[in-house]
């Protein structure tokens, strides 16, 4: 594969590593940060001509008190709260300056309770709408009482739009994402709790079976039009079971069905080419339950592709203009 296209804006792309597992229903996410590094996350960014600060792993700053649950199922909620606080801070300020690219490194998927409402806050006080990309096998929308499981990488999309029952139990959030500015691709494992609120919220949901009718370019570019019509700011936040298990077998949540090699890499050449992108989370890579590294080298080269690496050479939007 070619380096960065001459054209694209060099970013300050600034790596977190959030070992967070106690949101999974397996133990392993806690050693994805230091997989991706092991990967050459750092190394594959700089070689296409962005400036890479790793910032290390960061910390949960110890459990928030919260009362006891109703809802028996719930696990470790007193360490998930306290892990959202501390992810939300450090997604407001990573995010502060105009070429900064947070890229979270996780970690299970209850760390996008804390980044979608540090980010959200972000947007808000420069005035910007917030958009969210959500690639996931599932929509992590079960409350506190809804979830039957009770682990916690179920809710953080509940969480951040603001459905009811976390006050009390999680941060109260400085800014909420608007749902109507969600759009979520590769949906498809949907918990009956979740069915009728995800339909009524105004999220916008393409499940696999869309893919397959409609293809990844039609679905996807109605939605970036819409963010850059907007001058949003967009937050790209991708599960590894997003994608097919057959080629990313290194998650604890594995869904037959998923996204393809290509597909995946071109949704994420389209979100280079739009330009738009501004910040990461990379969610649920388990490396005890990965093959030689092979998931955490996919998901490296993926987000190399968002960041500018290219097979050959094509015009960008801002090229055609």
Known sequence: MTENDQGARPRH????????????????????????????????????????TDEGDLAPGGDLPAAAHGNPAVKHLARIAGWTAAIADAAFDASAGPDDLPVFLGGDHALAAGTL???????????????????????????LETTVSGHLHGVPMAYATGRAGFAGHFPAPAALVDPAHI????????????????????????????IDEHGMVALLRPFLDRVQAAGGRLHLSLDVDFLDPAIAPGVGTTVPGGASFREAHLVMEMLHEAGLVDSVDLVELNPFLDERGRTALLMVDLLASLLGRRVMDYPTRSDRS
Request: positive net charge; aromatic residues 6%.
């Open 183 to 210: 759009c979520m691709i590769g949906i498809r494992s949907v918990d009956e709790a979740e069915r009728a609120p995800l339909a009524a919220s105004g999220i916008t949901v393409h499940d696999m079976r869309r």
């Open 13 to 52: 792309c600034r790596l977190i590593g959030v070992p967070l597992e106690e949101g999974a229903g397996r133990r392993g996410c806690a050693m994805g940060p230091a997989a991706f590094r092991t990967a050459g996350i750092v190394e594959a960014l700089a070689a296409l001509g962005h400036r890479v």
């Open 117 to 143: 409402t540090g980010l959200a806050r972000r947007a808000a006080v420069e005035g910007r709408p917030f958009f969210v990309l959500w690639l996931d096998a599932h929509p992590d929308f079960h409350t």
